[in-house]
């Protein structure tokens, strides 16, 4: 059987305009465990400052070795959908940590956080309600909207990023909708910027409401005890609906959740689509996130780390001559402007040893082309001031310092 020509050569020419435009992006391949420095394929060691591993959990002894007994105990997957056949004890006995880790009374768990905010919007949305959404929230927020729209035929609307009054404005013109859904992400992973979860939270109470909040760059991250942007603020247990990831800080493996009132989880695993179809997260991943929200609550000092090597990066690079977006989380953009000069300085970095990514257009703006640098517990101070220097020398051979 013969490929469609005509359709392999339309993908080709696409392929070839994105290398001409020197946006095109390539995969490097790892040879270790995720980590603080990683041994890459044809290049030995490099310092990794472009990974979601937040508290070094990846690679952590205890994590490893629940996952290892987790596949031993239940076998390497769930060989259908949960209400079939597909639901194991760990399940449930992370979904009850997960719970009680981000405030909530139940949680229920999914093999992606894009599966989780997919899962929920379609689910709870109705015709005739109203969802307003950050103009910088997530893709999967985006989209999950997009997909509840059209199966619902539900109003939606988009805010400015952080622009409260607009969103009262929204919610305003709306006051005739059955229910009014409110959309925010806790970190918002372009910026590292943090939403203003009490405003947000008054502003739902005024309006009646449902504030939901996509949590994943900051669980594990934020508060004193890595609870995330609820506890950050003092708030913990007072947003509605809090959606999550555990494939970054809470061992990054994968899988994502939906964390609120019981009687939610109890309807998304009734009419949740991807619940309804697709296979539960494999086991091995449950036990091994299961084991890194314990060790978590075992080690706040491991989120204190993290905190204090965000805030000495963020300084270093200030005293070297560069400008770093402020903030408050680890994640620390360094704006650079168009695309190609970002991806330019991302493979010069590379070739000296460090590795992290430039984004551009369209996952940020035009003319917001950045190096989105996140910073670890696991990394060293050493590792740090040694980025810092890699990042100015760079910095000043493509001309963004002098």
Not at 142 to 153: C, E, G, N, V
Not at 328 to 351: F, H, K, N, Q, Y
């Amino acid at each position: 059987m013969s490929l469609n020509s005509k359709f392999v050569a339309d993908l080709e020419g696409k392929v070839a305009q994105l290398k001409q435009d020197r946006v095109y992006k390539t995969l490097n391949y790892l040879e270790s465990p995720q980590s603080a420095r990683v041994t890459m394929e044809g290049r030995g060691e490099v310092l990794i400052l472009s990974s979601n591993n937040y508290l070094g959990l990846c690679d952590e002894p205890s994590v490893m070795e629940a996952g290892i007994a987790g596949i031993r105990k239940y076998g390497a997957g769930t060989g259908s959908v949960r209400f079939i056949c597909g639901t194991f004890t760990v399940h449930r006995e992370l979904e009850q940590a997960l719970a009680r880790f981000v405030g909530t009374d139940a949680s229920m768990s999914y093999v992606s956080a894009w599966n989780a905010n997919e899962g929920l919007t379609a689910t709870v949305v109705e015709e005739g309600d109203f969802v307003v959404s950050d103009a910088l929230n997530h893709a999967s927020i985006i989209d999950s909207i997009r997909l509840a729209k059209s199966i619902t035929k539900c109003t939606t609307a988009v805010y400015k990023h952080g622009e409260l009054d607009e969103l009262v404005e929204r919610l305003r013109a709306n006051a005739g909708a059955k229910r009014r859904l409110i959309w925010t992400d806790g970190v918002f992973s372009m910026e590292g910027s943090i939403a203003k979860l009490p405003e947000l939270l008054q502003i739902a109470r005024d309006h009646d409401a449902v504030l939901i909040m996509d949590d994943s760059h900051a669980t594990g991250v934020l508060g004193a005890t890595g609870r995330g942007t609820a506890e950050h603020f003092g708030v913990l247990g007072e947003v509605d609906v809090i959606t999550s990831t555990l494939g970054k800080a809470v061992g990054g493996a994968a899988g994502g959740f939906v964390a609120g009132p019981a009687a939610l989880c109890d309807m998304l695993t009734q009419r949740s689509r991807p619940q309804l179809f697709s296979n539960a997260l494999p086991p091995t991943v449950a036990a091994s996130a299961l084991a890194a929200v314990r060790f978590i609550e075992a080690h706040p000092e491991r989120v204190t780390a993290l905190h204090e090597n965000a805030r000495f990066f963020r300084s270093a690079l200030v005293e070297a001559g560069l400008k770093p977006l402020e903030g408050d989380t680890p994640i620390v953009p360094i704006i650079v402007g168009e695309t190609a000069v970002a991806i330019r300085m991302s493979e010069m970095l590379l070739d000296e040893g460090i590795f992290v990514t430039g984004f551009g257009f369209p996952v940020v703006p035009q003319g917001t082309a950045r190096l989105r640098c996140q910073v670890s517990a696991a990394h060293t101070r050493t590792d740090l001031e040694f980025a810092v220097r890699a990042i100015r020398s760079v910095a000043g051979r493509v001309g963004i310092v002098s």
